[in-house]
């Protein structure tokens, strides 16, 4: 990799582990767009499109959206002018036909994933988090079970895709534990050298 290399990067955990949070800041220390498919999705549920009712209908379920539909979204995303010179996405790729799509999609451009963040949390630690976040939020579908769902779906469903860019050499795993502010440094140190700012 060298200096002028886009910061094309991933970030991934399980859901709670911090992530949006994170990718704010990364996104922001690159100068580069955080693309978040949670927040498009729930942008398109509040305003009632089309794509936020089957969205909702989907998620209310603890179950993920299909690739077809996420894959069209991601596709016109980063065919926007602030994703020309790198992007960090949250939230995908998150199966593996997602992660063909991706990669078929950089590989036109003659592009590829820089780097993928992986943030390491404990399991029941983060179930707290997001029931607590639930109860502040007023978040009504953020059950325990639905929030436990939401891990076994990530860890069946999400954990092949970092099996993929880890044999590409991708992956950077972090410590997702400690404070927004020490995972933060965590993460710029672990891609200091893989992708200089």
Known sequence: MTE???AR????GP???GKGTQATGLAAAYGVPAISTGDIFRENI???TELGKRVQEITAQGQLVPDSLTNELIQD???QPDAANGFLLDGYPRTLGQVDFLTSLLDEQ???IAAVVQLVVDTDAVVARLLNRAQEQGRVDDTEEVIRHRQDVYASETAPVLDVYAERGAVVQVDGMGTPDEVAA?????LSERLPR
């Open 4 to 6: 002028t290399t886009p």
């Open 9 to 12: 990067l991933l970030i991934v």
């Open 15 to 17: 859901p709670g582990a």
């Open 46 to 48: 509040k305003n009632g």
């Open 77 to 79: 995303r980063l065919a």
């Open 110 to 112: 003659g592009a590829e």
């Open 186 to 190: 965590g993460i710029l140190d672990a």
